[in-house]
Structures are given as C-alpha cells and as structure tokens.
Nanobody, 120 residues
Framework: QVQLVESGGGLVQPGGSLRLSCAAS????????MGWYRQAPGKERELVAA???????NYADSVKGRFTISRDNAKSTVYLQMNSLKPEDTAVYYC??????????????WGKGTLVTVSS
C-alpha cells in the first residue's frame, strides 16, 4: 500500500554536500515520525536524524551542525541535507516513516537504501 523511494545518494568529496530525499506514495493519510538511518560496513544501523509530526528534531552527535532534516507534508517527503561531509559519513542511508494509512492504522515503512560515499 505504501512505498518509499529514496534519491540523492552518490559519490562526493570530503567537505561536499548532498541532499537526500524520500517520497512516500500510496494510501497515506498522514505521516507521523520520519527519520534517516545509516549503516556502514561492520556497524549497526544507527539513527542519523529524526523528525516528528510536531516538528521536533534530533540528530546523532556525529552529524549535529552538519545535517538538517526537513519535510514536506503535502508531498509526504522527507529530506536530509548533508553538508561538510566526512569520509566517516560513508554508509547506506535508509529512510523510515511511520504512516497513518486509509486503513486507520499506523505502520513503519522503510526505503531500500541509498549509498553515500565520501571520498577523495
């Protein structure tokens, strides 16, 4: 019923910027929590940034001041602006949303992931 499609990943040099986007489509009534996670080889998946429907945000300490999460509720889309990228930011980034559907229930949905590689 709901699909999340991510875009914006790729190769970037240290100090560069990327903007990830994730658009949800399907039987959506309202998007609640939104978040970006990442997983590097040999590491656990970690929360990078989260955004509630009320507008509160939280970030991993490693990205504070460099990354910004935002949303467009009308488009059921969440963004992650990544600035001053570092090699240690290299990971597969996953979009996550908790969504009210037309069934009247909520569910968590995940994107398939997009690879961000920060390297010179």
């Amino acid at each position: 019923q709901v699909q999340l499609v991510e875009s914006g990943g790729g190769l970037v040099q240290p100090g560069g910027s990327l903007r990830l986007s994730c658009a949800a489509s399907g039987s959506i009534v309202k998007v609640n929590r939104m978040g970006w996670y990442r997983q590097a080889p040999g590491k656990e998946r970690e929360l990078v940034a989260a955004l509630t429907s009320g507008g509160s945000t939280n970030y991993a300490d490693s990205v504070k001041g460099r990354f910004t999460i935002s949303r467009d509720n009308a488009k059921s889309t969440v963004y992650l602006q990544m600035n001053s990228l570092k090699p240690e930011d290299t990971a597969v980034y996953y979009c996550n949303m908790n969504i009210w559907t037309m069934t009247g229930y909520t569910a968590d949905y995940w994107g398939k992931g997009t690879l961000v590689t920060v390297s010179s």
